[in-house]
């Protein structure tokens, strides 16, 4: 459930009109509403807490949406986050999560990056090698501190999502190998400085079905027990992200959080561990839609081709992942037409819908991309010398730009010419 909505035939982020976004701040523009933010955290925590899993620990991941804004909504709700670089924890650290609920993830953290994070005191590395893990208890020895691990495990098992965000099988670059986890861990309790801490497995993003979850946690379980016996202490199980978000609406709904807290539940009792999750797309996907305009309208040789000034540098999802997004009309004719809609972009990549039925607009129309708030401003680029987009948080009946289009001017001066170029 969202807070986009029509209110006298005109869609509005919660109690403010797009179109007066548009219009203050042009377009396109990325516009999140921060009653679905929480909600959405609220529903999650409630799926896991209200299938009796305690109060685990809800590290909200930062590469989703790192806006700071929405950063300091998740905050103040309590949540913490699974950063991927120095850049994200930074970030959460100064939206006000504290190190102790900040785990990090990612195979190829470097030695700067530890140092900040052991400096920072973050709850837990989620180490993902072998030379990592020993690269990480140098640095933490010659600082005098000790960090908390746990090796990802990849547990070869397919995700069934889109190939470039399955992150669980054997031949992907994630987690070390389930087969080889207890020679790993026997070699990590002899690193100095490194406190094993407990296992942690995230096999992709955007997952539809329940059973890859649960055939990944089953074989962590058994893990569990078998570090367990032999003489390690596991006291957190981090189950990592990707509970995916409708997005095209022909599509069955994935499963919901409590669906998917009641599957942990199942899986997880007796493991006695603290248990973390890395939820983004599901806290931040339906929390944003990508504001555009219609530039104009061109004939195609098969259907018209609806030019709107958001591009693939904008939100690059479906040009990356094959991603479908709904589009809607800011202030829909009650008719549709069956359009492609493309941006400006010089690529034909750069396509948003192929043959789509959609609501009926015309050149200077204002229309949404839906399920915007996940992997859509974060991925933007300044491809073909296009600023970066804007971000715009709404709550109630205020909104706030709460990051600026940067000025053409700008993108210019970021170059410097070389003297001997003169
Ligand atoms: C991307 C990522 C997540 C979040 O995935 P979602 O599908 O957005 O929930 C969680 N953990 C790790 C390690 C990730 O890389």
Redesign the pocket.
């Known amino acids: 459930m969202d807070h986009f909505c029509l209110k006298n035939g005109e869609l509005h982020a919660e109690d403010v009109a797009l179109a007066t976004i548009a219009e203050a701040v042009g377009t396109p523009v990325y516009v999140y509403s921060r009653a679905t933010l929480e909600r959405h955290l609220q529903v999650f925590r409630e799926g896991l807490v209200g299938a009796g899993l305690g109060d685990p620990l809800i590290a909200y991941?930062v590469?989703?949406n790192p806006n700071g804004a929405l950063l300091a909504v998740l905050a103040k709700q309590g949540a913490g986050a699974?950063v991927?670089s120095a850049g994200e924890l930074l970030r959460a650290v100064a939206a006000g999560i504290p190190a102790e609920k900040i785990v990090f993830?990612?195979v190829g953290k470097t030695a700067a990056e530890m140092r900040i994070a052991l400096e920072h005191g973050i709850y837990q590395f989620?180490l993902e090698s072998e030379p990592e893990a020993e690269m990480l208890s140098a640095i933490a020895s010659e600082m005098g501190k000790v960090a908390n691990v746990a090796y990802?495990i990849n547990p070869d098992v397919d995700a069934l999502t889109h190939a470039k965000?399955s992150?669980g099988k054997a031949e992907n670059k994630?987690g070390i190998p389930y087969e080889s986890s207890l020679v790993a861990y026997a070699a990590l309790a002899k690193m100095p400085a490194l406190r094993i801490q407990g296992v942690?497995v995230?096999i992709?993003?955007?997952?539809t079905t329940l059973a890859p979850f649960e055939a990944a946690f089953t074989r962590l379980g058994v893990l569990i027990g078998q570090l367990r016996d032999a003489g390690h202490t596991i006291e957190t199980a981090d189950l990592?992200?990707?509970?995916?978000v409708p997005y095209d609406p022909s599509e069955p709904l994935p499963p919901s959080p409590a669906e998917y807290g009641a599957m942990v539940q199942r899986v997880t009792a007796g493991w006695n561990v603290r248990l973390l999750f890395?939820?983004?797309?599901?806290?931040?996907?339906n929390a944003g839609v990508l504001l555009s305009q219609v530039i104009r309208v061109k004939q195609g040789a098969t259907t018209p081709f609806v030019i709107v000034d958001a591009a693939m540098n904008d939100l690059v999802r479906p040009a990356m992942y094959e991603a479908w997004h709904d589009i809607r009309a800011v202030r829909p004719r009650n008719s549709q037409i069956e359009a492609s809609v493309v941006g400006p972009i010089c690529e034909t990549g750069d396509t948003f819908a192929t043959g789509r039925t959609m609501d009926a607009v015309e050149a200077g129309d204002l229309i949404a991309f839906a399920t915007a708030g996940?992997?859509g401003a974060n991925m933007a680029t300044t491809y073909n010398s296009r600023p970066l987009v804007p971000e715009v948080l709404v709550s109630g009946d205020k909104w706030a730009v709460v990051r600026a289009r940067p000025p053409i001017e700008a993108l210019i001066a970021g170059d410097s010419i070389p003297d001997w170029l003169e």
């Open positions: 991941s590469k989703a699974d991927v993830s990612g989620n990802r965000i992150t994630f942690d995230h992709g993003s955007q997952l990592g992200g990707g509970l995916g890395e939820p983004g797309r599901v806290i931040a996907g996940a992997y």
